[in-house]
């Protein structure tokens, strides 16, 4: 095994790997330290799935099973890179392009029937949302903005939307009938093995047993009813066009991979409801799934001219919708994975409040968010900002996070416990010693799902907020709601531990709500504060906090500290990943950034230097944030408009900057020694290099692909540069 393993992913972050990644081994050999590479992409993930459909000469190893294993040591240190969290369009679209590649794979069945069908359904659905994060993330989450980062955004601070007391933008949620309101918890005293059992008027049906939970482990149990949602989006939709703002509404369908397809069909349905009522038996005969999108449904009805029209003038009397490519005509409804909460609320609140709508302008949004359990982070911030205008990020503080999530704990691990109910009844978890846990009265369609967080996660993610609150010194807040179920529950814990340290005194507990002001108040006046959270607001504070006090949530260092003793370094987030695709294969310029990147690799490399007492790891560590320290001060990060540097030329700068800081350092001079000679030949070959970058720039690029990119091509493309090749290797 590597000493380091570097993810291959998808989009973006995979295409910008393709020249990084060179650049990484050829410095990391000189410090003895290997660096290899496993594969986690949707492609590769799809192709080790179905062995038996393929040639030898094509079959994959599992290599998420394989990093699965490796994260549970102390050997483990791992930079991962954001990848697809899929939705079932992009399973299908990922699935159809390997088909067309020459694999055999066999295709998603929408509406299995047959055995095999249900077995290749099963197969496929094991890789949708969430399945490779809960798999590596074996420790808790450290995510802060780098020092350098930090400054680097108060020194020049980006671009913020003007905000107005009379904004008509807002945040609706359901009052009633949500995951949040119905939601129940309780926390085992001993180990348990749980079924989960569906009572009707037809009799029993055992939806899952089998489930096995360790002693101390927090359980919930909750539903949403489907009357009381179909409710909700009807009055937002007839709100919406009474106020004259746009629609959106925003999920995690990637993420959330059962329960918020479903919340996200019937948004589609809601929205165009007089045509469901009327062509519904059609529709269903052509194929038509609202939860996979108004995009999906246009595509399969656009052969009946009368669908098509009543489709027309049902748009036409609603609400104008935000949009995410108003040039395209692509709404927020049109696939569930397009609009994400945590990307899409902080850049609108960055904005001002504002989305765009179909005719290409701004305009107020009536954000909808139907479970109201994380609803008021967004609701009490923009009321903040109404009330008090744009955040400065000059002077603006910092919010750190520090976030529970190990052994896939609460929502983001509830897939395999997700139900939409076929028919009315009770649901039940029930212990195996007959102990009723939990128990739901529910109708047809509602959604019941389970989650739970274990005792050692929950301990280890205090006891990480002691360390950093301790390191920092700055003002620290448990985001915990005593009147919800499942917060009540994790307050018994966290109230001991901090007791028993002696540091009761140096945390507050606050509901979401609250603690967003708070917080908000806090990095108003300049000063920094750290969230310590659950795993869905882990998920949603690391993307709001860093795109207002940064522009964006890519630039922030994401340390997981395994829980066995190894490292796992994430880069940032990959919401914006598709459009730098489209932008690269239109234009050949790729404006993904890679400083996400680089703060992981400098710590990589320091934690490897301790772990195996690696001087030299040490010394390129220590280089690397002296790179990355350069690149934000000699603004080398890529520009968004084709023929001005992109990724590959804030490559070029990182290897020279890197090579400098190790040529000049004094600590090791055998590694000086060895990269004095290529400092100077980057150096002297700069007028070189950066124009063989930008000739390659300005017309369409070949990858061989979309989600499996052909290895030459994409390299032939990230790597066109021969001087710069010839210097790296």
Sequence with gaps: MSDIIYTKVDEAPELASASFLPIIQKFAAAAGVSVGTKDISLAGRILSTFPEHLKEDQRQSDDLAELGRLVKTADANVIKLPNISASVPQLVAAIKELQGQGFALPDYPEAPETDEDKAIRAKYDTLKGSAVNPVLREGNSDRRAAKAVKSFAQNNPHRMGDWTADSKTEVSSMSGGDFFSNETSATLANEATAKIVLTTDAGETVLKEGITYPAGTVVDATFMSAAALQSFLKGEIDKT?????????????????????????????????????????????????????????????????????????????????????????????????????????????????????????????????????????????????????????????????????????????????????????????????????????????????????????????????????????????????????????????????????????????????????????????????????GNVLRDYLTDLFPILELATSAKMLSIVKLMNGGGLFETGAGGSAPKHVQQLQEENHLRWDSLGEFCALGESLTFLADAKNNEKARVLGQAVDAATQGILDNSRSPSRKVGEPDNRDSHYWFARYWAEALAAQSTDADMAAHFAPIAKALAENEAAIVSELAAAQGSAADLGGYFHTSADKTAAVMRPSATLNGIIG
């Design 241 to 533: 066009k009474a106020d004259g703002t746009l629609f959106s509404l925003h999920m995690k369908a990637t993420m959330m991979k059962v329960s918020d397809p479903i919340i996200f069909g019937h948004a589609v349905k809601a929205f165009l409801a007089p045509v469901f009522e009327k062509h519904g038996d059609a529709m269903a005969d052509l194929g038509v799934n609202p939860n996979s999108g108004l995009g999906d449904l246009l595509a399969r009805v656009e052969g009946n001219a009368a669908i098509m029209a009543d489709i027309d003038a049902c748009m036409a009397s609603r609400p104008p919708m935000y949009m995410v490519d108003s040039d395209k005509g692509i709404t927020n409804l049109h696939v569930p994975s397009d609009v994400i909460i945590d990307a899409s609320m902080p850049a609108l609140i960055r904005a001002g409040g504002k989305g765009w709508g179909p005719d290409g302008k701004e305009s107020d949004t009536n954000c909808v968010i139907p479970d109201n359990s994380y609803a008021p982070v967004y609701d009490e911030s923009v009321k903040f900002f109404k009330e008090n205008g744009k955040l400065n990020p000059a002077t603006a503080g910092t919010v750190q996070n520090i976030g529970l999530m190990a052994q896939k704990a609460e929502e983001y691990g509830s897939h395999p416990t997700t139900f939409e109910m076929p028919a009315a009844g009770t649901v039940k978890m029930i212990l195996d010693d007959g102990t009723v846990l939990h128990e739901h009265t529910v109708e047809a369609g509602d959604i019941w799902r389970s989650a739970s967080a274990r005792k050692a996660p929950i301990e280890d993610w205090v006891n990480l907020a002691i360390s950093r609150q301790k390191a920092e010194g700055c003002s620290a807040i448990f985001w915990l709601d005593a009147n919800r179920a499942h917060d009540a529950e994790l307050i018994e814990y966290v109230k001991p531990i901090l007791e028993a340290k002696g540091v009761a005194d140096k945390f507050q507990i606050m509901a979401p709500r609250e603690a967003t002001r708070a917080s908000l108040e806090i990095i108003t006046k300049g000063e920094n504060t750290i969230a310590i959270t």
